[in-house]
């Protein structure tokens, strides 16, 4: 009974690639959002997404590109992978959007390495 | 724009003192959330505490405190009776009424509890 499930767990792949990895919440929640993990442990929003609509696209380069079938599911393709994506990309969602009080849920995070 | 520092990378307490993790933020909004969330080494986030700029006392969750003082712009995490579980990076966030889409983060400070 995981409330944000993120796969795969570690992903290791070749400049240049393309790959995709998949969220799903379980917890009713209407927002769901992709966070980026440096190497400096820093946590940037990427994208927002609230009931399937896109929120938040914070200057992302457009060979991300965030798809929601449903408001359960939030998944994250990668275009042409270049070294500089190698990061921990965490999934994560909350409830109530337009409210202050209310806390994100985060995925076990994707350690995504580009060689 | 709405910013989050932390200035300890990294803190270290001996096991059942208390330590404090400091937190200020900066934004121009009346009202707006502040949240710490704990990263182990295993890399999950977990939700710790929320304050509310309006809430009138300081929150309190089991060992955690977060000492809030609005006019310094403060909002800094006080754990209790440290444990050595509670090794770990701990991150301040902030989520605005105009940004109520994203919560902000801090740098992180890594707390390491000795015996």
């Known amino acids: 009974d995981t409330a944000v499930s993120q796969t795969p767990k570690y992903l290791v792949t070749q400049m240049g690639n393309d790959k995709s990895i998949k969220c799903e919440q379980n917890l009713g929640h209407d927002t769901m959002y992709w966070y980026k993990q440096d190497s400096k442990k820093f946590l940037k929003i990427m994208f927002s997404?609230?009931?399937?609509?896109?929120?938040i696209n914070e200057t992302v380069p457009n060979r991300f590109s965030p798809k929601s079938p449903d408001k359960a599911h939030l998944n994250l393709h990668i275009n042409s992978l270049e070294l500089g994506d190698s990061a921990v990309y965490f999934c994560?969602?909350?409830?109530?959007?337009?409210?202050?009080?209310?806390?994100?849920?985060f995925g076990q995070g994707t350690r995504l390495t580009v060689v | 724009a709405q910013k989050i520092t932390q200035t300890q990378p990294g803190m270290f307490v001996q096991e059942k003192e208390a330590v404090t993790l400091d937190c200020t933020y900066d934004t121009s909004d009346p009202s707006y959330g502040l949240f710490w969330y704990k990263q182990p080494s295993s890399g999950e986030m977990i939700f710790l505490i929320y304050q509310g700029s309006y809430d009138q006392q300081n929150a309190t969750e089991g060992r955690y405190s977060l000492n809030f003082q609005k006019a310094r712009k403060s909002a800094n995490l006080v754990i209790s009776a440290s444990q050595l579980g509670d090794s770990a990076m701990y991150f301040c966030?902030?989520?605005?009424?105009?940004?109520?889409?994203?919560?902000?983060f801090g740098t992180g400070t890594r707390l390491q509890v000795f015996p």
């Open positions: 997404y609230n009931n399937k609509e896109l929120i």
């Open positions: 966030a902030m989520r605005g009424p105009y940004n109520t889409d994203k919560l902000i």
């Open positions: 994560a969602s909350s409830h109530n959007r337009g409210s202050m009080n209310t806390e994100a849920f």
